[in-house]
């Protein structure tokens, strides 16, 4: 079993910065994809930020330029850095990760943290 921890949601006015950390835990894993996914009320859950392979990245189109993923592999910790936030970014956010122990992938979910934004 893999354990994600969020951490850093909270409240900000329209413009600011939020950053969000994600750490896996749990014995003799390897993450194959980490990142953000996030739901408003009322809406499905939505991709933010992926990071695949610990490589490459995939943005949802109305956060490119503004966010920003990041990932430690030796802490097995994932960031998304938020800036020039917009109320629409208001949402619970939910780490993910895609995760394996030496056989099949499973998909792995935080507990979430509400981000919002006051206009």
């Known amino acids: 079993q893999v354990q994600l921890v969020e951490s850093g949601g909270g409240l900000v006015q329209t413009g600011g910065s939020l950053r969000l950390s994600c750490a896996a835990s749990g014995s003799g894993f390897s993450i194959h994809a980490m990142g953000w996914y996030r739901q408003a009320p009322g809406k499905q859950r939505e991709l933010v930020a992926l990071?695949?392979?610990?490589?490459?990245?995939k943005y949802a189109d109305d956060v490119k330029g503004r966010f920003t993923i990041s990932i430690d592999n030796a802490k097995n910790t994932v960031y998304l850095q938020m800036n020039s936030l917009e109320p629409e970014d208001t949402a619970v956010y939910y780490c993910?990760?895609?995760?394996?122990?030496?056989?099949?992938?499973?998909?792995?979910w935080g507990q979430g943290t509400q981000v919002t934004v006051s206009s």
């Open positions: 993910y990760t895609l995760a394996s122990k030496g056989g099949p992938t499973y998909n792995y």
């Open positions: 990071i695949i392979s610990g490589v490459s990245t």
